[in-house]
């Protein structure tokens, strides 16, 4: 016995002091994702992490204690496995009136005010050299991206230089160096907040833009609305010479400011002097229709329907091969059109995001014109599934092979003039190379209405993903700027997992309690139809309420009444019992299991002492 119980303490030693660990979670939750490894693989200088945490802070809710334990243990596997102790983790308790604290308020640390009036620091800062990078406050409610976020913030002070993006939009994303559009916002949307994290991003002015800035190697074009040939040209440009794209056109957009919602006002978009040289057929004037995809929303007048021109798009109909679209898991496209190639087309076509085969096409004036049920009548699906989004590769061809487009007189000042001429020196006719380009056709889903939730969380505005929209978009943005490996760890697994085998209880129960419960009311149907006739068969001037009859019946009732309530408390009972022996067997293998396994380990090395001993004492 003392021998088994120094093994058992030896092996408590040796698992607190050697860095041996199992994860046995289904989606590997305590380990670090490939695309975090190869973030800490490409680590050239000394980085340090500071962790700023108001742990002596009095009331602190149990959810921030918890949730701190998981940041703290991240933090630290993020130190463990960079190569050559080039991450350090530093710890701080910012306490009020020291310098702590004012470090953590200089550094753009956004506290928590808690109930009692104290202030909870629990951010991050990034350091390298002179770059820093700051997650303001750890939201226990982002929990799924908590390894993004810290990977995130290495990758932008690992790099001295972030990639530079373009953004040119018809729609009011935020400002973030120039559009005018832009500036008649209430503020940025969260895509844009999303992509000025990972890249420098630079807006570009429609009424103006005539050229892409050499410096631009990845363009987003949201919903490019009656887009003047000049800007096509600069897009043609720039995809010849090795740019790459993201475009999102729209069949019908809801978020378009200048739409209005008047019937007759343009609220389509498409990049038509392109897609028609590329081989793309797009028709602008179709949305896509999915009876299985579609979305649930409450229409006045009418209530919950099922809307069919908004589609939620599951993982079924999402490409698992591509990196792009891999990881996500549900997206939400409004009024969507279709991409499909004509017999000119020469590049290759990867479909991303999908309809289901139970979709047909709408005409956009129905949107205008019809309500939400009828609509869906509208929808003839016809088997096939219609791409949503894509990946184009190839060499692109020109689209204005004789030069650039002449524009109207009415839109040429003088220095605007010169910009064109400047350009046209400098004309390209064919591609320099492959490049890739992918096309969204959904504008609107980018819209912070339909892709995130804003929640004050003790004084902290906190972003919510609700679907995957953004990281659509944010995929395809790091794909096409090389930078792939934050793709592998933008959605982690949730750590809190809800108890599948008990829920499944519960509806099984539920369902048999409903099916004794409608049997009940049945009875009280049928009983009470027997009394009517029983009423109905009384001699006329009788004083008596009910007769013998009526009276053998009731009794009947009540005791059949009795023994279903008795089956329904039984239900019950047993429903309760099968929880709470389920929950007895899970806490049973949660204090027995790892003393078991140390026991196990225990006799293993006495076994194997006695065998070397031969026996000996």
Do not use: C
């Amino acid at each position: 016995f003392a021998m088994l119980v120094i093994a058992l303490v030896a092996v408590n030693v040796l698992a607190a002091v050697l860095p041996l660990r199992l994860d046995v979670t289904e989606e590997g939750l305590y380990t670090l994702s490939k695309g975090s490894r190869e973030v800490l693989a490409g680590i050239d200088d000394p980085i340090t992490l500071k962790l700023y945490y108001s742990q002596d802070v009095p009331d602190i809710p149990v959810t921030f204690k918890t949730y701190s334990s998981k940041v703290v243990e991240l933090l630290r596997q993020f130190q463990s496995a960079a190569p050559g102790r080039k991450l350090r983790l530093e710890t701080y308790d910012p306490a009020p009136d020291t310098e702590d604290e004012e470090w953590a308020t200089r550094y753009g640390l956004s506290p928590a005010r808690l109930p009692n009036g104290s202030s909870l620091f629990f951010g991050l800062v990034v350091v390298a050299a002179e770059r820093e990078a700051v997650l303001p406050f750890f939201d226990p409610r982002r929990e799924k991206f908590l390894e993004y976020d810290i990977a995130e913030s290495i990758t932008r002070v690992r790099e001295a230089k972030r990639p530079r993006i373009g953004v040119l939009s018809y729609l009011p994303l935020g400002y973030a160096g120039g559009a005018m559009l832009a500036r008649q916002s209430e503020g940025n949307w969260a895509i844009l907040q999303e992509l000025q994290k990972s890249f420098d991003v630079q807006t570009l002015e429609p009424d103006t833009l005539v050229e892409i800035p050499q410096e631009i190697r990845l363009m987003l074009v949201v919903h490019p609305k009656l887009m003047p040939s000049r800007i096509a040209y600069a897009l043609d440009q720039f995809v010849l010479g090795g740019g790459k794209l993201i475009a999102l056109v729209d069949p019908n957009s809801r978020l378009d400011p200048t739409g209005g919602g008047q019937y007759g006002a343009p609220t389509n978009s498409s990049l038509d002097d392109l897609f028609k040289v590329w081989g793309i057929r797009y028709d602008k004037l179709q949305i896509v229709g999915d009876l299985e995809l579609a979305t649930r929303v409450n229409a006045p007048q009418f209530g919950v329907v099922d809307y069919p021109l908004w589609l939620t798009v599951n993982g079924k109909y999402v490409n698992r091969e591509q990196v792009i679209s891999s990881q996500l898991e549900e997206l939400t496209f409004i009024d969507a059109g279709r991409f499909e190639t004509t017999p000119e087309f020469k590049l290759r076509l990867t479909p991303l995001i999908t309809s289901s085969p139970n979709s047909g096409m709408v005409d956009f004036t129905a949107v205008r014109l019809i309500n939400p049920v009828t609509i869906s009548k509208m929808v003839n699906a016809d088997g096939k599934t219609k791409v949503l989004a894509a990946l184009i590769t190839g060499r692109f061809p020109g689209a204005f092979p004789g030069g650039p487009p002449k524009p109207p007189a009415t839109e040429v000042s003088k220095d605007l003039q010169e910009k064109l001429d400047q350009r046209a020196a400098r004309h390209l006719r064919e591609a320099k190379g492959e490049t890739s380009v992918v096309l969204i056709g959904d504008a609107d889903f980018v819209g912070d209405q339909f892709s995130v939730q804003r929640v004050n969380f003790f004084g902290n505005v906190v972003t919510q993903p609700i679907n995957d929209n953004l990281n659509l978009v944010l995929n395809a943005a790091e794909f096409l700027s090389g930078n792939q490996a934050l793709i592998h760890i933008r959605s982690r697994g949730k750590f809190s997992r809800p108890f599948t085998r008990v829920a499944a209880l519960q509806v099984k129960a539920a369902a048999r309690y409903q099916q004794q419960e409608q049997g009940l009311s049945d009875k009280l149907d049928e009983v009470k139809r027997k009394l009517n006739e029983l009423e109905r068969q009384r001699p006329k001037g009788s004083e008596l309420m009910l007769s013998p009859a009526q009276m053998d019946a009731v009794r009947g009732f009540r005791l059949e009444e009795q023994r279903t309530r008795h089956a329904l408390r039984e239900v019950r009972k047993v429903l309760r019992q099968d929880i709470e022996t389920l929950g007895s067997v899970l806490l049973a293998l949660n204090l027995l299991a790892m003393p078991l396994i140390v026991a196990a380990v225990g006799f293993t090395i006495i076994l194997r002492r006695n065998r070397r001993s031969g026996g000996k004492r």
